[in-house]
Nanobody, 115 residues
């Protein structure tokens, strides 16, 4: 299992952009999926985007067209480019990986979108 460390969160105005990074302690080539979840106060954690080992992506309906997930296997890093941010995107964002039956999680990074 890899260890995951997120970075890139912060405070941004509505309509702004942020790029989250998730650095893995080992190779991500062995993972089946990597992705991002988020959890807003009082809400359940939800999957935002995921990418498989072949590069295919899936997005939550709420972020389609605004967020882009990508991976750099050479750097063992996954990114989440977030554009046109809205206040409802405010949450703690967690990096996630799945390798076989095992899930790994990062510690989370706060994203706050203000008007």
């Amino acid at each position: 299992q890899v260890q995951l460390v997120e970075s890139g969160g912060g405070l941004v105005q509505t309509g702004g952009s942020l790029r989250l990074s998730c650095a893995a302690s080992g190779s991500i080539l062995s993972t089946n999926f990597m992705g991002w979840y988020r959890q807003a106060p009082g809400k359940q954690r939800e999957q935002v985007a995921r990418i498989n080992s072949g590069g295919s992506t899936n997005y939550a309906e709420s972020v389609k067209g605004r967020f882009t997930i990508s991976r750099d296997n050479a750097k063992n890093t996954v990114y989440l480019q977030m554009n046109s941010l809205k206040p409802e995107d405010t949450a703690v964002y967690y990096c996630w990986s799945k390798e076989g039956r095992f899930d790994s999680w990062g510690q989370g990074t706060q994203v706050t979108v203000v008007t």
